[in-house]
């Protein structure tokens, strides 16, 4: 089986997340080769083929380019399965690969069982497995589910030029806006997960945020409730983050959170469920009601 990996770059940079493909990859026991507009001094460590497609002509992110591109690497590898990363990138061009080739596309995919892909259901509350409607197919791979996979080596490049002209222009990127707080530098995030509640109780999780000279984090459902600001969520739709410390109170341990937390260097997780998901990813689960187990945490750290 032959899979065709579709690498990011960004601002100057190749993404880490790139190596997550090889993970994917080396989950399906397939072969692979990858593609990349890049600039040639950033190229993955990778001892496969590499079609490249140079950033200074292609833009960094350009649909129609990109697109052709993939189209001339697709042509040659002959792949069964293209596979994208589920970002930004990801989202916008995987559709329009798989839309111009009359084939399947299956997103999302957070794990491989039996050959088919898990996908996620009613809002990510449920997974079920799928297979492609058709024989080839292209994949997205949500972020965080597969290892990140860093064989070493050099590539051997194939090189791409596109021949096509887009009335689309890559202008550049803009910081978004300040947030109150950087997550990305804390060095102790202590979360507020639904388990919390309700709106009220979420100052006993800042209470020990505090003591610890850390910030505070929140689950989706907790921003979604309006119990706390976005610049908190942590997550693939909220920051990722790698503090020493991390601690998730009343949080179940969905794929989607793990993808934002799970580099953290120690994980304590508190919930009333020993069989939570979020039981894989700590390295210290405490089983008791959060409302109880916070703050007495916090008042022994004030004495
Ligand atoms: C496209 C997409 C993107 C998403 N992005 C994100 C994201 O960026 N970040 C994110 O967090 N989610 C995200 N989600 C949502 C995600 O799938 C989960 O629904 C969410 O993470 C669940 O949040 P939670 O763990 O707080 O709540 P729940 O899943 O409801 O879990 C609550 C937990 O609290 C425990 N609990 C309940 N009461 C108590 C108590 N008294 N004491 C102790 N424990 C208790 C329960 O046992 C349970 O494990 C996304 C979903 C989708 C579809």
Redesign the pocket.
């Known amino acids: 089986m032959k899979t065709l990996l579709i690498g990011e770059y960004r601002e100057g940079r190749l993404l880490e997340s790139t190596y997550e493909l090889l993970g994917f990859a080396q989950a399906l026991g397939a072969d692979s080769s990858l593609f990349i507009v890049a600039r040639e001094d950033q190229l993955p460590a990778f001892a496969g083929k590499l079609y490249l497609a140079d950033a200074a002509a292609a833009g960094e992110y350009n649909p129609d380019l990109h697109r052709e591109l993939i189209f001339q690497a697709v042509e040659q590898e002959q792949p069964d399965y293209i596979v994208f990363l589920h970002s930004s990138y990801g989202w916008d061009l995987a559709p329009r690969v798989a839309a111009k080739l009359k084939i399947a596309q299956v997103s999302e995919i957070s794990a491989i069982t039996a050959g088919e892909f898990e996908v996620?259901c009613c809002?990510?509350?449920m997974r079920r497995s799928v297979k492609p409607a058709t024989e080839k197919a292209v994949l997205t791979i949500q972020a965080g589910a597969f290892p990140v996979l860093q064989p070493g080596g050099s590539p051997q490049i194939r090189k791409l030029t596109a021949s096509l002209s887009s009335n689309l222009e890559f202008v550049g990127y803009e910081p978004a806006e300040a947030k109150d707080v950087d997550l990305a530098k804390a060095e102790v995030i202590v979360t507020a997960?639904?388990?919390i509640?309700k709106k009220e109780n979420v100052p006993v999780i800042h209470a020990l945020a505090k003591a610890l000279g850390g910030e505070l984090g929140a689950?989706?459902?907790?921003v979604d409730a309006g119990w706390v600001e976005h610049s908190h969520?942590?997550?693939?739709?909220?920051q990722t983050v790698s503090p020493k410390l991390y601690i998730a109170c009343?949080?179940?341990?969905?794929i989607?959170?793990l993808a934002?937390m799970k580099k953290s260097d120690f994980i304590i997780a508190?919930?009333?469920?020993k069989d939570?998901p979020?039981g894989e990813v700590a390295d210290v689960l405490v089983v008791?009601?959060?409302?109880q187990f916070v703050p007495a945490m916090t008042a022994k750290l004030g004495r």
Do not use: C, E, F, L
């Open positions: 996620g809002n990510a509350k997960g639904r388990g509640g689950s989706r459902p907790v969520q942590v997550g693939t739709t909220g009343g949080v179940s341990g969905a989607q959170h934002g508190i919930n009333k469920d939570a979020i008791a009601d959060v409302m």
